[in-house]
């Protein structure tokens, strides 16, 4: 959450979605590149309330992926998405429906997510970012956003949370993290960038919808940004 850039918490009217915890490594696993089964396990995560049908036209849909991210970013941002995707799923709090409140508790269950695995939660009001993850000799920055948007919307959105981000690294970043303590990281080269996306829990069908799909991977290869978008259990 972002309280210098709010943007990132619009609050429309819409059912909430489910939340996504399984891999796609089952399909990655017959394609020839580990980079590439790094890739779908990153952007493509099952649902655990889709039906067989709904699965089956999942799967069916991954193909080949092109590629424009770095075996490294790739294996640590998808250790990060096994981790939220285990806390969304896990999600037993009460989510609030005001855009602050929420923004806040959803950013910390990302947050502890992305710590599990080694990364940093900054929070507070830095700029553009909420968090940093190690990736071999250098920083991955880390957005991120909770929306709760009509289902046409929702691909916008993220594009514009995407090309803020992908702005990150040539401008110097700073603010208070949730701690209390000054953060500041000049304008420099990134390992990339990754861009966590919350959802109400309805939305979870909507996530894995061929043309969604294809859109999520068409603007996390434009952007150079990699999107975790997942579904938080218990979001109404």
């Keep these: 959450v972002n309280r210098i850039d709010p943007s990132g918490h619009d609050d429309f009217e819409l059912n909430s979605l489910g939340a ?4 796609a490594s089952s399909i990655g696993s017959s394609l020839g590149s580990a980079v590439t089964r790094a890739y779908l396990n990153v952007i493509f995560k099952m649902p655990q309330i889709l039906d067989a049908t709904a699965k089956a ?4 849909e ?9 075996a490294a970013l790739l294996e640590s941002a998808g250790h990060v998405s096994t981790a939220i995707d285990r806390a ?5 709090l009460s989510i609030s429906p005001g855009w602050a409140t929420r923004g806040r508790q959803l ?3 990302a947050g502890q997510a992305l710590e599990s695995d080694g990364g940093r939660l900054l ?3 830095v700029k553009t970012i909420d968090g940093v993850l190690a990736v071999v000799d250098q920083d991955a920055l880390v957005s991120i956003r909770s929306h709760n948007v009509i289902s046409g919307r929702l691909i916008s959105t993220i594009r514009a949370d995407m090309e803020q ?5 040539s401008t110097d970043l700073y603010g208070i993290t949730k701690d209390g303590l000054y953060f500041e990281r000049q304008a420099a080269k990134t390992a990339g960038e990754i861009l966590v996306v919350d959802l109400p ?7 894995i919808d061929p043309q969604f799909a294809t859109s999520l991977r068409q603007l996390a290869q434009q952007m150079r940004v990699i999107p975790i978008v997942r579904a938080v259990r218990g979001w109404k």
Aim: proline fraction near 0%; charge should be negative.
């Design 20 to 23: 996504g915890v399984s891999g």
């Design 57 to 60: 036209a999942y799967y069916a």
């Design 62 to 70: 991954l193909g080949v992926v092109g590629l424009t991210f770095g």
């Design 88 to 92: 969304f799923s896990q999600n037993n």
């Design 107 to 109: 950013e910390n269950v």
């Design 123 to 125: 929070g507070g009001n």
């Design 165 to 169: 981000l992908s702005k990150a690294s």
């Design 201 to 207: 829990e309805a939305e979870a069908a909507h996530i």
